[in-house]
């Protein structure tokens, strides 16, 4: 009885070790692991210039702090197109005080002659969110294309540029006179360009009486023609199917009337040439020349009837001269 005892106490404790060992390596396992150092930073060198004896070293500039903006304005820039012939350019720019104390526009300048800002009398405060407005006006006489303008507004907030800027279309003046002084130089330039759209599309496949209208009466028959083109059913001098045919193909010099041939780098074939030539003889009679102080009148032949040319009448003469009175 004694040894079932002793061995059932031996058996316990035995038990009671293991699981005490069992839990002390269950705590080893549990513990927690020393943290992982952080890497070393190594300095990386920076090779800085070694000034040479006698060189001073710059000192870094230090930008000035801005205020914070106090006045602020409906934009910083502004953009109109005026209408051709407009003489001038309105603008207006709003500002507003979103701060908490009074601000003051000591000044506006503008950055030329012909534009001018109208604002309150100088200097001009604005209490705390207050609000008010620079009105801008840029003359345009003499101006086209693309123009822009600026305005400084000076204040104790912060200086402010306020840009504008005008795009001005030209007008037909402008563009009327712009093509005659290229067709003055080259008259073969209504062929090229935009100018094609107007004097050679509308010629395509066309002979007779259109092509006469899409050739000769956009120029001849416009309704603001040019001092320099001419009236072709008032020419000072007769025609002939001959001379019809010679001017449009080859053109006249020292005129805007260019050649039309093809050999002229024209837009028309020969056959549309000979269809105008027919049609001009035809509309377009030879009118007699009256001779100035008499009551007839002389014909003139055109240049291609190959005669010499026939001199104009002389002058009549001068009426005498006053006799002198004595003084």
């Given at each position: 009885m004694q040894a079932k005892s002793a061995g059932l106490f031996v058996a316990a404790f035995l038990a009671a070790g293991g699981l005490f060992l069992t839990g002390?390596?269950?705590?080893?396992?549990?513990?927690?692991?020393?943290?992982?150092?952080?890497?070393?930073?190594?300095?990386?060198?920076?090779?800085?210039?070694?000034?040479?004896?006698?060189?001073?070293t710059p000192t870094p500039q230090v930008l000035p702090v801005q205020p914070p903006e106090a006045l602020v304005w409906d934009a910083n820039e502004k953009e109109l197109t005026v209408k051709p012939g407009a003489a001038t350019a309105e603008f207006f720019f709003a500002v507003t005080n979103v701060s908490e104390a009074p601000y003051t526009i000591t000044s506006i300048h503008t950055?030329?002659?012909?534009?001018?800002?109208?604002a309150p009398p100088m200097p001009w405060t604005l209490a705390p969110h207050s609000d008010g407005r620079v009105e801008v006006s840029v003359n345009l006489a003499g101006k086209s294309g693309t123009i822009m303008k600026q305005v400084t507004v000076q204040s104790t907030n912060a200086p402010k540029l306020l840009n504008v800027t005008i795009k001005i279309p030209d007008s037909p003046e402008l563009v009327r006179l712009r093509n005659m002084q290229m067709a003055t130089a080259d008259p073969a330039a209504i062929?090229?360009?935009?100018?094609?759209?107007?004097?050679?599309?509308?010629?395509?496949?066309?002979?007779?009486?259109?092509?006469?209208?899409?050739?000769?009466?956009?120029?001849?028959?416009?309704?603001?023609?040019?001092?320099?083109?001419?009236?072709l059913k008032?020419?000072?001098?007769?025609?002939?199917?001959?001379?019809?045919?010679?001017?449009?193909?080859?053109?006249?010099?020292?005129?805007?009337?260019?050649?039309?041939?093809v050999a002229k780098n024209g837009p028309l074939s020969v056959e549309q040439i000979e269809s105008l030539a027919q049609l001009l003889a035809k509309t377009i009679p030879?009118?007699?020349?009256?001779?100035?102080?008499?009551?007839?009148?002389?014909?003139?032949?055109?240049?291609?009837?190959?005669?010499?040319?026939?001199?104009?009448?002389?002058?009549?003469?001068?009426?005498?001269?006053?006799?002198?009175?004595?003084?």
């Open positions: 002390s390596a269950v705590m080893a396992q549990e513990q927690p692991k020393p943290p992982t150092p952080a890497p070393t930073l190594i300095p990386f060198p920076i090779n800085r210039p070694v000034p040479l004896p006698g060189q001073v950055s030329c002659g012909c534009t001018v800002a109208k062929f090229k360009g935009e100018c094609a759209s107007c004097h050679v599309v509308p010629t395509v496949g066309k002979f007779g009486p259109e092509l006469a209208k899409a050739a000769c009466g956009i120029c001849h028959e416009a309704e603001r023609r040019a001092t320099m083109v001419p009236d008032n020419l000072p001098h007769p025609t002939d199917y001959a001379f019809w045919k010679e001017i449009i193909s080859n053109g006249k010099p020292g005129t805007l009337m260019p050649g039309f041939s030879s009118k007699l020349t009256p001779i100035p102080g008499t009551n007839t009148t002389l014909v003139r032949l055109p240049p291609s009837a190959g005669l010499p040319a026939i001199p104009p009448p002389p002058a009549p003469p001068a009426p005498p001269a006053p006799p002198a009175v004595p003084k």
